[in-house]
């Protein structure tokens, strides 16, 4: 769900209707929680009961420094392409031009997907991991 929502916005350009950009946010979101509940059931369910604080706590932390450095990933992505695209260094989206604008933003939204599908690719099961002869 959330590889296809990432391509949706990629593929935007600011073309789409505010509720077809809802949908995709909806779409992201039942992804990702689709993931989150179901991961942390498993994590405090495998710890001791008197770890569980530590788990929680270590569980979280990791939580959020995966988002902070998302977005720190995307908005350097964003810049960074935005910055090709007009051909000096841009420190912000204010006055540039729209197209450039939605062509860095496509930047972010692929760079993302990518590394969504590096993701399930790294952690697809161990059935499959043999199969194409990863042992690891």
Known sequence: MLI????????????YESWVIGGISILIFIGTEAFNTPSNTLIMSSVPTDLRGMAGASN????EFG?????????STFYGSLSLFVGRTSLT???????????AQSVAYCVATLLL???????RPAKMRAADGDQS
Do not use: D, K, N
Request: charge should be neutral.
């Open 117 to 123: 599908i590096l993701g399930l690719w790294i952690i």
């Open 60 to 63: 979280s932390l990791a939580r």
């Open 93 to 103: 989206a204010t006055g540039q031009p729209h197209h450039y604008l939605f062509f």
């Open 4 to 15: 296809l929502a990432e391509i949706g916005l990629a593929l935007s350009h600011g073309q």
């Open 67 to 75: 988002m902070v450095l998302g977005t720190t990933l995307a908005t």
